[in-house]
């Protein structure tokens, strides 16, 4: 089965950008539709973004269209998540996941059956 490694939080100020990385190992990421979720403290597990095995037009929640585009690499095993214009209200755990029974790209967490550890970005204002 597929491990999934996240990378590439931190802090960063508002309006800055980050980039964020899931590194595949045990499984090739182009198996699997991914897909980037948040968790807010306080707060339900949140999508955010996902890529089909094919890299077709990614399916991104409203909140974050414009701002966040996500990315995979087959070559590298990997999927990016590139934030841009950050905001103080991003500040999260953000996870990566991978889905491999569905045939269309899916927004639910109860969908997915690999998860990461999770990587902190807080945003100051």
């Known amino acids: 089965q597929v491990q999934l490694v996240e990378s590439g939080g931190g802090l960063v100020q508002a309006g800055g950008s980050l980039r964020l990385s899931c590194a595949a190992s045990?499984?090739?990421?182009?198996?699997?539709?991914m897909g980037w979720f948040r968790q807010a403290p306080g707060k339900e597990r949140e999508f955010v973004t996902a890529?089909?095995?094919?890299?077709?037009?990614?399916y991104t929640a409203d909140s974050v269209k414009g701002r966040f585009t996500i990315s995979r690499d087959n070559g590298k095993n990997t999927v990016y998540l590139q934030m841009n214009s950050l905001k103080p209200a991003h500040t999260a755990v953000y996870y990566c996941?991978?889905?491999?029974?569905?045939?269309?790209?899916?927004?639910?967490?109860?969908?997915?059956?690999?998860w990461g550890q999770g990587t902190q970005v807080t945003v100051s204002s």
């Open positions: 996941a991978a889905e491999q029974y569905y045939s269309a790209l899916t927004r639910y967490a109860s969908h997915y059956n690999y």
């Open positions: 045990g499984g090739t990421v182009s198996n699997y539709h």
């Open positions: 890529i089909s095995t094919t890299g077709g037009i990614p």
